[in-house]
């Protein structure tokens, strides 16, 4: 199945071993049924590359445990529709709408996703996606306002549920992020959503469908953008050419994710400064940190790595904390690739230090966790199981 898979798509035993971090020879075993893929992660990353579904390689159903409590508590509420008995019987509530309580909450929960701090995100999200979708329901002269909030607040709760590896009710958070959009009559809130929705898109293996969204976006940006556009127009046009590079690079497509990196600088240029506009964390500094996320993906761990150790953060807006850890599991992936062990751990450990809930949450970072155990040698690597353990991977 994965040398037939693997011809399909075109690559070489030497290509798709360095995608998945082993040898041409390891791979030419299992090709050949004299070896056996016994780690998880090298297997999924078999399935990622190869287009197929990893129940496929194991002719088992793929179930993937649930480790993000809150994600019941989130789930609860967003579908807890009583408040569709008032529309049906066409009796909306009169009660006023206090705006600014919900705008500040939404805004406030959103800096703690930002802040990498999921667990006070997913205590915090039922109550305020209750009191949105009340205010959503009511008689008010503030809808369009309202819609932008919870737009706001759907945006939020796909971020961080994707991120904590809950792919489903992601997707159906962004689905209403988008409509809520559109209620709103904001354009730019809505291609805000369809950036989130790309990230979304592609944590389900939909990153064809990811790229032609963020794409379609980006253009349909850049047609209202009038002369250099505004800071938040920018912001959002540069990061839908980052969410295009991100779904390029899972394509292995090594030509447009060039193309697409260099339309974000341009855009980051012309900003001129790393900002947060409309919550995308976009400008020069993000542009170079998807530089280095790419480089892993498509398996060019040296390009990661020399970019990575050189990049300075200090220009990041302080509450960026996520931004500031991404580099350094990138980096530790691409030492993992490159089987620099030891350089992994440290580089890990770091961004523990940086973002604890964010290595512990991290699907990816699972994954490289679960692969540094494979080949552990203890003594230099004292500190990797002690890490996995806090991570939940060993």
Request: hydrophobic share 45%; glycine share 6%; with cysteine.
């Amino acid at each position: 199945m994965i040398a037939r898979a693997r011809r399909r798509r075109g690559l070489s035993q030497a290509v798709l071993a360095g995608l998945v971090g082993r040898s041409e020879s390891w791979l030419s075993q299992v090709e050949r049924g004299k070896k056996a893929v016994t780690s998880y992660p090298v297997l999924t990353r078999l399935a990622e590359v190869l287009r197929v579904p990893v129940a496929d390689l194991t002719g088992e159903d793929e179930e993937e445990p649930m480790r993000y409590a809150a994600a019941h508590r989130i789930e609860a509420a967003m579908t807890r529709y009583t408040a569709l008995e008032a529309v049906i019987e066409d009796r909306g509530t009169d009660q006023p709408v206090n705006l600014r309580h919900l705008r500040l909450e939404a805004e406030s929960v959103y800096a703690a996703y930002q802040a990498t701090h999921y667990d006070e995100a997913g205590q915090r999200l039922p109550r305020l996606i209750r009191e949105v979708e009340a205010a959503s329901r009511g008689r008010t002269a503030d809808r369009p306002a309202v819609c932008a909030i919870r737009s706001h607040v759907y945006n939020t709760t796909a971020a961080v549920l994707r991120r904590v590896g809950e792919r489903e009710l992601a997707w159906q958070a962004a689905d209403r992020a988008l409509a809520a959009a559109e209620w709103a009559d904001e354009p730019l809130l809505a291609a805000v959503g369809a950036y989130r929705m790309s990230y979304v898109l592609m944590s389900r293996k939909r990153t064809a469908a990811a790229m032609e969204l963020a794409m379609g976006a980006a253009e349909a940006v850049e047609r209202r953008m009038h002369g250099a556009g505004t800071p938040e127009e920018l912001s959002v046009h540069g990061g839908l050419h980052l969410a295009a590079a991100t779904a390029a690079a899972a394509e292995y497509d090594r030509g447009a994710v060039p193309r697409f990196l260099r339309e974000a600088r341009r855009s980051a240029d012309l900003l001129g400064r790393d900002a947060n506009h409309h919550g995308t964390a976009f400008g020069p500094s993000n542009v170079t940190i998807h530089q280095i996320s790419t480089s892993v993906q498509v398996g060019d761990a040296q390009a990661a790595v020399e970019t990575g150790e050189e990049l300075d953060l200090d220009s990041l807006p302080a509450g960026l904390v996520g931004r500031r850890a991404q580099v350094q599991l990138d980096l530790a992936r691409g030492y993992t690739q490159r089987r620099m062990d030891a350089a992994a751990v440290n580089t890990l450990l770091a961004a523990e230090r940086i973002a604890a809930e964010l290595v512990r949450y991290d699907p990816g970072t699972a994954e490289v966790l679960t692969e540094l155990l494979r080949r552990e040698h203890r003594p230099s690597t004292p500190e990797l199981r002690p890490l996995a353990q806090r991570a939940g991977v060993a």
